[in-house]
């Protein structure tokens, strides 16, 4: 008998998703990450939801009816993280066509069984809203439908779901000494302290780690079939008025959106660059930030230059290897191995993926595994995550009932607050009747109330979890803030939760 069926390596969305899925079907679950759960690529995404337009010019038909079908899956088990948005990409003929634009933009509207979301429709920008920030010339653009998420805690709620179905869950502790027999053996290490356990399968979905852990942890021979690809984006101040994202042509063929970001902000991204390094050095570089301007002066009126740039954020995304020249060419689309060799306790290791694919990846993981585990039916398309049960669309009326239950609250913040806790908002705001009642105000509209429901529920244990994978109000806290903040957290007693 081993202490879990599955030990999970990597808090990430692949590792949360995987574990959400297994704790549901009645497995005893085990998730292990090194540092705060989506610390790596899972929070440093664009944040979209999307079946990836600029995919079906790779022909990848396949991948991009996959992430559309499930567009709309998760848009309804998280209505709250996930939100429809409209996407405006201005003809350039000079890049693309606009016949071979509207043949690619009709396939993407009809591939993937579209019900919720509106299709495509022309644009004028010398009349629309959207052309005021692009440049003149610009005078026409398609406007087609996406979905935007909040990543970092798209991972956090399905930890949490995860971890009231049972899961065991471990963050800031690695595994060591890892044995492999029947069974695996290991140590989780934290601070110097260790704990011995047992797992039947080792699940490895370390991300862009995924290299070393096979290599230096589990000691696997030959060389993993993997490619490390790095991207940026940059944040400015909001440089337009709506709540639309743009997605421009690029000169080198790539694609750069430009979204709407925390209300008053732009978030400008990707780039995508070859990278050999540990993905802990990752580090945004001065000529991708040029890039990143150079690519949005191309289109906006007001010039960007590095000086306009507010927050920065590197993510290193691992590619299965399909041996494709350029970085941006290989393929989006995940791929896994099971390893079972004779009287040797399985191993499934997750190379690539999409935020947007992580709950198919999930399934098909638990799916590789059922003839070691049982063969238990799918269930996660339908059950909404922790707060997410309310209708797709019901957001503004929840919005609304929050404003009325608890008239304190500014429309900001009560948006801000159903966003990120949907219908579990009554967990922050039980009886209060004033923001007084809230505790202390560290700065935006953070008070100690959210904090400790994030320490005591969400396993943040420093400001950073907080400020900038819970919430996204770092941007908006000053360094003194900041640091009140921290002394809050670290001042009483240690509240976090490993259930
Ligand atoms: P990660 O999120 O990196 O998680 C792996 C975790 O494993 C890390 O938290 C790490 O700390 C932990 N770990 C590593 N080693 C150990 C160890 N020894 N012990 C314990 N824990 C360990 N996808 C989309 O669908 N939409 C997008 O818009 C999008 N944009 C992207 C933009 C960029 C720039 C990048 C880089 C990726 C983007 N992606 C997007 C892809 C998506 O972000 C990734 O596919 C996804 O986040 C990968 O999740 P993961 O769980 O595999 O890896």
Partial sequence: MADFDIAIIGGGINGAGIARD????????????????????????????????????????????????????LLQIAPHLIRPMRFVLPINPERRSKLLLQLGLFIYDHLGGRKILPPTRKLDLTQDPAGQSLKPELRSAFEYSDCWVDDARLVVLNVLDAAERGATIRTRMRMINVVRRDVWHFMLECRGRRAPMTARILINAAGPWVGQVAEHLLQIPGRPPLRLVKGTHIVVRKLFDHDRGYIFQNSDRRIIFALPFERDFTLIGTTDNEFTDDPS??????????????????????????????????????????????????????????????????????????????????????????????????WTAHVPLPGGDFSHDGIEQLIADVRSRWPFLSEPTATR???????????????????????????????????????????????????????????????????????????????????
């Fill in 22 to 73: 297994a704790a549901g079907r009645g497995l005893s679950v085990l998730l292990v990450e090194q540092d705060d759960l989506g610390s790596g690529t899972s929070s440093a995404s664009t944040k979209l939801i999307h079946g990836g337009l600029r995919y079906l010019e790779h022909g990848a038909f396949w991948l991009v009816r996959k992430a559309l079908i499930e567009r709309e899956v």
């Fill in 281 to 378: 050095g990752a580090i945004p570089t001065g000529d991708e930030i040029a890039y990143l301007c150079g690519a949005a002066n191309e289109y906006f009126r007001t010039e960007i230059t590095n000086k306009q740039v507010v927050a920065i954020f590197t993510g290193v995304r691992a590619l299965h290897d399909d041996g494709s020249k350029k970085p941006e060419d290989v393929t989006r689309d995940y791929y896994l191995t099971l390893d079972e060799s004779k009287h040797a306790a399985p191993l499934l290791t997750v190379y690539g993926g999409k935020i947007t694919t992580y709950r198919r990846l999930a399934e098909e993981a638990l799916d590789r595994l059922k003839h070691v585990l049982r063969d238990t039916p799918h």
């Fill in 417 to 499: 607050m159903v966003r990120a806790y949907g219908t579990r908002i009554n967990r922050i705001l039980g009886t209060a009747k004033s923001l007084g009642e809230l505790g202390p105000n560290f700065g935006a509209d953070l008070t100690a109330a959210e904090v400790r429901y994030l320490m005591q529920f969400e396993w943040a244990l420093t400001a950073d979890d907080v400020l900038f994978r819970r919430t996204k109000l770092g941007m908006r806290l000053s360094k003194v803030e900041r640091e009140r903040l921290h002394t809050f957290m670290i001042g009483p007693p240690a509240k976090a939760v490993n259930a």
